[in-house]
């Protein structure tokens, strides 16, 4: 490119060398400003990233309501981590890491850290990286390095552990990539329908001057980034609003993000149509995003359209190279920076977004206020989401929710965040942590977390998941049988009984290692700072007024200092970097509810977090460090393995792989909202996990020999079922459930379902197959 003459400038003549050598810089600075308005009015760089970590569909155990019955076999639709970076363009930079995942865990942190150095050396670290998950309890367990969130897995999970670990380091790097010069706004507003207290008991033992300070008894605020890209316009948005993820109950099998990964979905497909809709790539036949994008209405009449159909039968199972797999539609778009949206977790400990409260099964009637039982049972007592009894449609309507206003507040925002990028980050051992309280006449007093241990009541489960046998929520004496099988566990000692009181211990976890730590003691805390923007990255689930006291304390500490005024948004990120469980008021404790029988650490969990998230946050401000001599334990290599692998798959004799076992019906024709299935025989889905593919697809006839992938496994209207004949049996099944979008273009369709099966001797083979095709109108 010619450089403009100007920029050459000649200290010649009788003028001033001093005075042209001015003039000449002061023109150069003016062109660069002109030249590049983008990168000097952008005081952050802005990449975004999103990866598959969907883990293995089959024979393992789902991570959330500890229940052995709840074995993954086929997909609502995919997990995935998304990534944003935040950099100043000469300063610091943060990651933040939303996982499609019940929680974070410590051993996944540290791998993913571990990737990062090795990629970027001392870049990216555990200072400025943060990894949150949304809670839900439809994904693939065994993740965890401590026993006790492994025991109904069978003990640590390889594939479960390795595909979320790849996904993270996959979107990360993603987000580095696409770091480009951009903005970023902050808005915030009520969302009243999208959760309940499920303790109201406890909560109403907080003090009532407390509770007269807020409207409910359940955060309805969401807070939302939106980040826009200086060339390209807004590339994403992340949000943190606080409900559970258990719209799907301890009984449903098929994975799936439950209500927030839902609403990701939803937002990311509206902001393919409705956010800079100019940019979009060319759409082809080969390279599909929605075939209602590629294909107009037919203008063949429905008899037309049936005879052609009716040429198209079941194709039989082929072998395929790996290679041929599909990619998701999504995904096999190119050239097209991805829009990723977030819903991220915050204070849910007591928050259900099973709406319509809880009910006794038998009866029909509310449950007991204070236990959660029916009758004396806890097994009875269930809450209702809004799609009840239909636990699909509840996670519909809740995701859908909190998409609307996801996207009220994405159209809206307009307080651009400005100011520098910084975080603090530190570990402390809860088990036994000094902590400063007041006591009742005004003075201080030094109290002490205890080691690690779950009460009664955690057994008894909650309304969104009940427990079993005779334990019930508000048990601050517990059971003398149970007491006796607890012993023969591990007896705890008067000390540890002394601090957890009026907790009655069940698991004494802290002080169990055999074979290695039942629970975890050294836990990390982190805040990160964007702007007006501060994120409290905490290892466990707050409830509502857990989270209110710590936020207030620390937005106290940030806006006493010269840097922050009294606008300032401090979220509570939940779940993040490790897991600790649940984290209550001192007065919730006192109620021995499941979230007061889940906080660990003993009745002044909460004030120890208070305590050092405030000398965190002292430190970020005085522009400190927060050094520490502890590390949490790495335990990989001492994990174990007890869930057997794929030995081999079969088919029926004369049966290939692929091949339909139960076909769509001859000459059908289904309209919008109809329900399509096909039944394929298949093999195991451990076998490949086609990350960052599919394992079922639609496909819609476009022309007369042209076939165009529609919708995958990641499409709410297209479930994956797996299932086999027996428990042991080495056959199994493939059911294709497509539920007709409403937005679907009339036409021809077909199922096709891809696989990998392994043979008893030589390598994993792939195949696919096709259901007879049918029409749509």
Known sequence: MET??????????????????RLCLFLLLVLQSFCSPALSASPYLVGMGSYDITGPAADVNMMGYASSDQIAAGIHFRLKARAFIIAEPDGKRVVFVNLDACMASQLVTIKVLERLKARYGDLYNENNVAISGIHTHAGPGGYLQYVVYIVTSLGFV?????????????????????????????????????????????????????????????????????FVDNGLGPIGSFNWFATHGTSMSRTNSLISGDNKGAAARFMEDWAEKNVNPNQAAHVSSENPRRVSALISEPNETSDDLIRLASSYKASGGREIPSSSITRRVRSAQENKLKFVSAFCQSNCGDVSPNVLGAFCIDTGLPCDFNHSTCNGKNELCYGRGPGYPDEFESTRIIGNRQFLKAVDLFNSASEEIQGKVDYRHTYLDFSQLKVNVPTSTGGQQVVQTCPAAMGFAFAAGTTDGPGAFDFKQGDNKGNPFWKLVRNVIRAPGPEQVKCQ??????????????????????????????GQLVILCVPGEFTTMAGRRLRDAVKNVLTDSDQFDNNIHVVLAGLTNTYSQYITTFEEYQMQRYEGASTLYGPHTLSAYIQEFQRLATAMVSNKDAPTNLQPPDL??????????????????????????????????FRKASIVNATFYSACPRNDLLTDGTFALVEKLDGTDNWVPAYDDDDWSLRFIWSRPAKLSPRSFATLEWTIPEDAPSGVYRLRHFGASKPLIGSIKYFTGTSSAFVVR
């Not at 403009?4 to 050598?21: D, K, N, T």
């Not at 290599?637 to 079969?650: F, H, K, M, S, W």
């Open 158 to 226: 390889r594939q479960s552990f390795d595909v979320i670990v790849d996904g993270i380091e996959q979107s990360i790097v993603e987000a580095h990539n696409n770091l480009r010069p951009g903005k970023i706004y902050v808005n915030k507003g009520d969302l009243l329908d999208a959760g309940v207290n499920r303790s109201p008991s406890a909560y109403l033992n907080n003090p009532a001057e407390e509770r007269s300070k807020y409207q409910y008894n359940v955060d309805k605020e969401m807070t939302l980034v939106k």
């Open 501 to 530: 009181a009026p907790k009655p211990i069940l698991l004494d976890t802290g002080e169990m290692k055999v074979p290695y730590d039942w629970a975890p003691a050294i836990l990390p805390i982190q805040i990160i700072r964007i």
């Open 636 to 669: 990989l290599n001492r994990q174990i393995e007890l869930l057997p692998g794929v030995i081999a798959d079969q088919a029926p004799p004369g049966v290939t792989f692929g091949d339909i076992s139960s076909d769509v019906p001859a000459n059908s024709t």
């Open 4 to 21: 403009p003459s100007f920029s050459r400038c000649q200290l010649h003549g009788s003028a001033s060398p001093m005075i042209s050598w």
